[in-house]
C-alpha cells in the first residue's frame, strides 16, 4: 500500500515534537525520586530550597461584599536541615490560638510533639517509639493527659510503614500501605473493626516522583474521590482537582505565582466556579 507521503512526514514531525517537549521538560539534572519513608518534613510537603519560616495567611471570601476577609496566619519553622520544628496559629488580631512544639532524638527522629492552646496550657500530645532499627513502632496520642488512643506500626527493609493498626478502647482500625518500584505509596487499604476492607485509595506519579492522581474507591471498586494534580513544564504546581463522586462536588484550587524556589506563594480556591477562600504565603530562607 502506498503512503500518503504529506501525511506522514505531518505524523513523523507531530511524534518527533512530542519526544522534544516530554524529554525538555525539568531537564536540568539528573531525576532523583526519594522513597517516602527518606523525606524529610520539607519534601513531605513538596517545599523547595534551605526554609527557615512559612507563614501563610487564610483568607475567605465574602460573596456579599465581594471581598477577601483574613481569617487567620500559620507560622511554620524549620531547621538548617529541614526539620519542622515550631507551628503557630495566630487570629486575625494576632493572637495566639495554637502553638505545637517538636522534637527530635539525636538521629534526628520525632521524639514527640505538644501543643498548646492560647493560654499556654498543654492540649494534646503525640509520642513516638522506634524499634532497635530506627524505624517507627508505636505513636501514643494523648489530650489534655489522658490516652486517647496507640497506633502500631509495621514497616518495611527501609522504614517505609506497611500497616498501621489504630488501637481504641473498645475497638482497632486497621490500614495496610502499598508502595511502587520508587518506595513511593501506590495503594492504601482500610479496615473495618470486623477487619473487612471498606475502602482503598490508588496514587498514580510522573516521571518525577511527583503525585498526579488520586482516587478513592469503596470496596465494591466503586469511585467515591478524584484528586488531578498538574505541574507545569517547569515542575512547578498549577492546579489541583478535587471531585467528591458521591456528592457531585467539585474543588478547584490554583496557583498561578511562585518564588525563584519554586514554592507557590498564592492559592485561590473555587466550588462550582465560585470562590471560597484563599491562602498566601511569604517564605524566608536561611
Not at 536541615?81 to 534526628?108: C, E, H
Request: charged content about 30%; glycine content about 4%.
Amino acid at each position: 500500500m502506498q503512503r500518503n507521503r504529506p501525511l506522514f512526514f505531518l505524523i513523523l514531525f507531530s511524534l518527533t515534537t512530542v519526544c522534544i517537549l516530554y524529554s525538555c521538560k525539568r531537564k536540568t539534572t539528573e531525576i532523583e525520586i526519594i522513597p517516602d519513608a527518606l523525606k524529610n518534613h520539607l519534601q513531605r510537603t513538596r517545599l523547595f530550597g534551605n526554609i527557615h519560616t512559612l507563614e501563610t495567611d487564610t483568607y475567605y471570601y465574602s460573596g456579599k461584599d465581594s471581598l477577601y476577609i483574613f481569617l487567620n496566619k500559620t507560622m511554620q519553622f524549620y531547621s538548617s536541615d529541614g526539620y519542622l520544628t515550631q507551628v503557630v496559629v495566630l487570629d486575625r488580631n494576632n493572637d495566639t490560638v495554637s502553638k505545637r512544639t517538636i522534637y527530635y532524638l539525636p538521629s534526628a527522629q520525632e521524639k514527640y510533639w505538644e501543643e498548646y492552646n492560647y493560654k499556654n496550657h498543654s492540649i494534646s500530645k503525640d509520642t513516638f517509639l522506634y524499634d532497635i532499627s530506627g524505624f517507627k513502632k508505636e505513636e501514643q496520642v494523648w489530650e489534655n493527659d489522658s490516652l486517647l488512643y496507640k497506633i502500631q506500626y509495621k514497616t518495611d527493609g527501609i522504614g517505609s510503614i506497611i500497616e498501621m493498626k489504630r488501637l481504641l478502647p473498645n475497638y482497632h482500625l486497621t490500614n495496610k500501605i502499598y508502595y511502587n518500584e520508587y518506595g513511593l505509596v501506590a495503594r492504601i487499604e482500610e479496615y473495618d473493626p470486623d477487619n473487612r476492607l471498606y475502602k482503598y485509595f490508588t496514587l498514580e506519579y510522573d516521571n518525577y516522583g511527583d503525585e498526579v492522581n488520586r482516587r478513592a474507591y469503596k470496596s465494591n471498586n466503586q469511585i467515591i474521590e478524584y484528586t488531578y494534580t498538574q505541574y507545569n513544564d517547569k515542575g512547578l504546581l498549577q492546579k489541583v482537582i478535587f471531585e467528591d463522586r458521591l456528592h457531585n462536588l467539585r474543588e478547584d484550587r490554583i496557583y498561578a505565582q511562585h518564588d525563584a524556589k519554586g514554592n507557590w506563594m498564592r492559592e485561590v480556591v473555587l466550588q462550582g466556579g465560585d470562590t471560597l477562600r484563599k491562602r498566601v504565603r511569604e517564605i524566608k530562607y536561611y
